[in-house]
Structures are given as structure tokens and as C-alpha cells.
């Protein structure tokens, strides 16, 4: 999707994605190597009662979600961050995620020429429509060589 074709209001949804344990424990061990994520054993006698998933991969998993359903072919090409990170379940081997992202606002920015500021809200879903991760994104575009003149 090209910037201009984005409108606050709209919804993009994407998914099943699988996770089995053996993706949660290589994520883990080279990205957040912690007990609960890496050693099932230990893991189902901890707090969470077995394997959980980072939320570092949960969020990385949700990023491939929003570029398969709405970046890939457009003219993004940053973010300077996310707002409200919330991991509010455990991701879990066997669970299928869902994601969802919903247009809250874009922009053209005021003060640097050729550059589109979208702001949107994702929500990561499990199969039993418990929600996982929410987050706020913005996302930079290189609208420089577009004629857009959308100004909100």
C-alpha cells in the first residue's frame, strides 16, 4: 500500500501464524535467553505453568504480520518507536496469532518535506480471541517523490 492509500479508520488484519516451541526456544536463546522462554522443564514449574514466548518475539512476529498485510510496496522505510507496549497474556507453543492494525491518524510532516506520519494501533490476538500485545506504532514514509498533498 502506497501512503496515500492509508485513512484513519482502516483495519488490516492478517493471520494464522503458528508458534511451536521449538521457534520460541530459538528466539529466546539468541534474543532474550530467560529461563521461562528457553527450558521447558523449569518453565512448567514456574509462575506461567510452562513455555511462554518473549514478548520481544511476540512483537517481532507482529511486525512481519503488519508488513504482509500492509507495508510490503510502500514507501515506509522507519518508525522512531512504539507507544504502550502491553504483553498482557502469555504466547504459548501450539498458539496461532492473529494480528490486527487499525489507522488512527496520518499526517504530513510540517517541518521536513516528503515525509508521511502514520499513527496506528496494533492488537495480537491467540487463537481464543485473548489478546496477547497491544502496542502504538508510527510509521515514516518517503512520500518525496509522491504528489500527495493530504494535510490532517
Not at 529466546?28 to 520481544?56: C, E, M, N, T
Not at 510496496?73 to 522512531?80: D, L, N, Q, T
Not at 498482557?88 to 517541518?111: C, M
Amino acid at each position: 500500500m502506497k501512503f496515500a492509500q492509508f485513512q484513519p479508520g482502516m483495519v488490516f488484519e492478517q493471520g494464522p501464524r503458528h508458534l511451536t516451541e521449538e521457534e520460541i526456544i530459538s528466539f529466546a536463546k539468541a534474543y532474550d535467553p530467560q529461563w521461562f522462554h528457553v527450558d521447558p522443564v523449569r518453565a512448567k514449574a514456574g509462575p506461567w505453568k510452562g513455555l511462554i514466548a518473549s514478548g520481544w518475539h511476540t512483537c517481532g512476529i507482529a511486525m512481519k504480520m503488519a508488513v504482509e498485510a500492509a507495508l510490503e510496496g510502500s514507501e515506509s522505510f522507519a518508525s522512531p518507536g512504539l507507544d504502550s507496549v502491553k504483553w498482557l497474556k502469555p504466547v504459548r507453543p501450539g498458539d496461532d496469532l492473529f494480528w490486527k492494525g487499525v489507522v488512527k491518524a496520518k499526517r504530513i510532516s510540517n517541518t521536513r518535506e516528503g515525509l508521511g506520519i502514520l499513527l496506528w494501533s496494533w492488537e495480537v490476538t491467540n487463537q481464543k480471541d485473548e489478546t496477547v500485545l497491544e502496542l502504538d506504532a508510527t510509521s515514516l514514509f518517503d512520500i518525496s517523490d509522491s504528489i500527495e498533498k493530504d494535510e490532517d
